[in-house]
């Protein structure tokens, strides 16, 4: 009767175990965001600041920030500047009679300028509950050893600023490949580039976006892009973004060609 009893108890568990390993699980989405950041300021900014942003991602589609609820602990230092808030949605498609799924999820980035040498905390709340990013501004140090664009050298020019905008060509150049070499200590994440080209009756700029670097590659050292060819008539927009191997820092890189814009 003891050997029955102890049977009838092991397969109890055992059933039990069974149904708790096929019970689903729901797993609350966590946002991903940067605790810390390491970003850096150009005195040649002084009078706007450094721009640059945080990304905030793996959000719900329910999950919101709102506007009213990111603060700078210290607004002389770091200066928040705008939401942005983008929906990705996947699709999955079946061939057997299983019902199609969808996910959509919320991805937010917060852009701030950047005013002087100091720390600050940026502060946000989705939903009910707040996070925090802990930020040092840093002075700005040039990440590029070379930046060869149609031919030449720019990395001189982003010596003391992380953007150059007398980049100019005359004529149509093909075949174009812009050779990017990182400074000791820094690495390249991301290269993308976007072309304006004017339309419509007034000839105004309109933007088309052509990615040349995977974000969520490896970081790389030394990076060349086929970019093909440069119309003289347009212009573009290089950016570079880099980190660095030491303090995570981050900076990004901008040059203009053919920008008729002067700022």
Known sequence: MRKLTKYIAALAMAVAVAVTAITPVTVEAKPV???KLTLYHSSANKNWGTYTSITISNL???DTIKKSSIKSSDESVMKVMCL???YTSYETQYFSKQKNSTYTYNNYSIEMSLLKIGKATLTFKIGKKSYSSKVAVCNYENPLKSAKILGADYAKQVKEDNSYNGIKTSSTKKNQSFIFKANENW???NVYISEY??????KSYTSTHTQRWNYESAPKSNLTCNVGKIEKNNYYAVFIKLTNTKTEGKQQIQFYIN????Y
């Open 33 to 35: 965001y940067p605790k």
């Open 60 to 62: 719900g589609k329910n």
């Open 84 to 86: 942005n808030k983008n």
């Open 187 to 189: 690495k390249i994440t």
């Open 197 to 202: 080209v004017k339309t419509g009756a007034n």
């Open 259 to 262: 920008n008729p814009y002067s």
